[in-house]
């Protein structure tokens, strides 16, 4: 019975994190665009106006991921996603009942602790717990509940916009934090030894102690290797946001109907599941330069296409940029993973969640603001350009980082 549950129970707990990504970025961030133009028509907001919600959401992230990161680390993950869920909870409730810009900008305010407690970084940590071989796969499944939340969510709020208002619509989505709430509170473990397991793939590997142990907060700060991921989560975070965040804008602006634009903005997130699956697979077989670089490369592609402005390649460009952004999104958090270790991770990812939320959200932000002043995306779409090609340089930043080994107190080099 134990082994059957050793085998099982860790890969639940991947699910588990899937469905806590798939609902807490999608209810805080790839939900909400098909409620734009709603919004918008009711409210008479100008689109930077608007947007700058996300900003909001994002600067919260980023202000309090450190010292999230300090209480999962202390108090574990099951503990702030149950936090988590309640506040979204509220925060949909709010949404409901929406009055004005500055109420907008406070239920944003809740969204982004949201996406802290129970977001990625509380994903990826759990899963880490629980996996030492087999540990890039897991986080491609875990990781692919973003890209679920992107493809299925908007397909729920056109549904209810056709059938309900808007506000009826965050109304409903309140039973979605709830149920994760009772499967958290049921269900979820922080780690394997809680109940008496072990990591799947086991302690008995050398590099396996290592990654258990890991570098410490200060040491990591000091690497080349942190602040060339710090970069790249910035420029690619600015980059994708700001395009999931506006494609339904832009779509609309080029004459797709509201169903088609839902259409191309699942789409978009279907490939991300793909990439975030098939690369994070990749990289367990794979140098995960090569894997990170190919990434890169083809969400460049997808950018280039976006830079023509034309209506009949918009799905050569959402599809190369979702696949391409799929791939670097599970990279930038099973680089972390593998470099640094688990001793510190709630930090380490926490201070890298500063700058890609900063990121993130100057993208969404100065996104809608260079259309309001331009009447265009053009401009924005260069400066996408540009910041890809500042991450595929920094790539080559990443070095092997040395880690104290856990068994020994000798010293290995990290994951290559």
């Known amino acids: 019975m134990k082994h059957s549950l050793q085998q099982y129970v860790p890969w639940l707990i991947a699910t588990f994190a899937c469905l806590a990504l798939l609902f807490s970025n999608g209810m805080s961030i790839t939900a909400l665009p098909v409620f734009d133009e709603a919004l918008l ?16 959401t994002f600067a919260v992230v980023g202000l309090s991921a450190p010292f999230v990161g300090i209480l999962i ?10 936090v988590g869920w309640v506040i979204l909870a509220v925060a949909y409730f709010l949404y409901s009942n929406l009055q004005s810009l500055l109420g907008l900008y406070g239920i944003h305010v809740l969204l982004g602790f949201v996406l802290v407690a129970c977001g990625l970084n509380a994903a990826v940590i759990l899963v880490s717990h629980w996996f030492i071989a087999r540990r890039g796969t897991a986080i491609g499944i875990a990781l692919v509940g973003t890209s679920l939340g992107g493809a299925v969510l908007p397909q729920l709020g056109t549904y209810m916009l056709e059938n309900h208002s808007w506000m009826a619509a965050f109304q409903a989505g309140i039973i979605f934090p709830i149920i994760m709430l009772l499967l958290t509170v049921f269900a979820v473990r922080n780690r394997p030894e809680d109940i008496g397991l072990e990591p799947y793939g086991g302690y008995a590997a ?3 102690a290592n990654e258990v142990t890991g570098v410490a907060y200060q040491d990591a700060l000091k690497t080349r290797t942190f602040w060339a991921l710090a970069i790249i989560a910035m420029s690619t975070f600015y980059t994708v946001l700001a395009v999931s965040a506006h494609l339904f804008l832009h779509l609309r602006d080029l004459e797709f109907s509201p169903q088609a634009a ?3 903005i699942s789409t978009f997130f279907l490939y991300a599941l793909v990439g975030k699956f098939v690369f994070g697979l990749l990289a367990d077989y794979l140098p995960r330069k090569i894997v990170f670089l190919g990434n890169l490369a083809v969400m460049l592609l997808g950018a280039i296409c976006l830079l023509t402005m034309q209506k009949n390649i918009i799905w050569v460009a959402v599809t190369l940029f979702g696949l391409g952004w799929g791939g670097v999104y599970t990279m930038i958090q099973l680089s972390a993973m593998k470099c640094f270790g688990l001793k510190a991770a709630g930090k380490i990812l926490g201070t890298i969640t500063i700058l890609d939320a900063l ?12 259309y309001d002043r331009f009447d265009s995306y053009a401009p924005a779409f260069w400066i996408f350009t540009a910041l890809i090609l500042v991450a595929i340089i920094c790539v080559f930043q990443i070095k092997p980082v040395a880690q104290p080994l856990a068994v020994s107190g000798e010293r290995a080099e990290g994951a290559r």
């Open 359 to 370: 990121g993130g959200g100057l993208g969404i932000w100065l996104t809608g603001y260079i």
């Open 206 to 208: 050398a590099e396996s």
């Open 73 to 82: 680390d202390r108090y574990g993950v099951r503990a702030c996603m149950m």
């Open 41 to 56: 028509e009711q409210f008479n907001w100008q689109r930077g106006e608007l947007k700058f919600r996300d900003m909001v």
């Open 262 to 264: 839902t259409n191309y």
